[in-house]
């Protein structure tokens, strides 16, 4: 699991209702797995929101929902090319990123003195 997958999962996680675990976890793994084998396209995501949603705790499915709008709109856009403060997991520093369009080199730590 990449780190962008692991931050998705514990949030999602944090919101699934107490039984639902192995389900959103299955769930989760599966669309991964797609993610990994470059197959799962933006579209993908509502599949796994529909599915996950009956998951979660009903006051969490809005937030749910949101995250995944959010992701989908970065999907079609790039890591680099939104407004600061537009994530799913909430607001960082644009140093963050892997990478920004105009300049590659953001994200990459500074190297040691």
Do not use: C, W, Y
């Not at 639902?20 to 991964?32: G, H, R, S």
């Not at 933006?42 to 929902?65: C, G, I, T, W, Y």
């Not at 090319?81 to 892997?98: C, T």
Request: aromatic letters at 4%; hydrophobic letters at 40%; glycine letters at 8%.
């Amino acid at each position: 699991m990449n780190p962008g997958q692991q931050r998705f999962h514990d949030f999602l996680m944090s919101m699934v209702q107490p039984g639902n675990e192995a389900a959103a976890q299955a769930i989760l793994a599966q669309n991964f797995a797609q993610q990994d084998a470059g197959g799962f396209a933006p579209a993908n995501l509502d599949s796994a929101v529909a599915q996950l949603k009956p998951l979660v705790k009903p006051e969490a499915v809005a937030e749910l929902q949101n995250a995944a709008d959010r992701m989908k709109q970065m999907a079609t856009h790039g890591p680099g090319d939104h407004p600061h403060g537009d994530h799913p997991f909430g607001d960082h520093d644009h140093g963050e990123h892997m990478m920004h369009r105009d300049d590659p080199s953001a994200g990459t730590p500074p190297a040691a003195a």
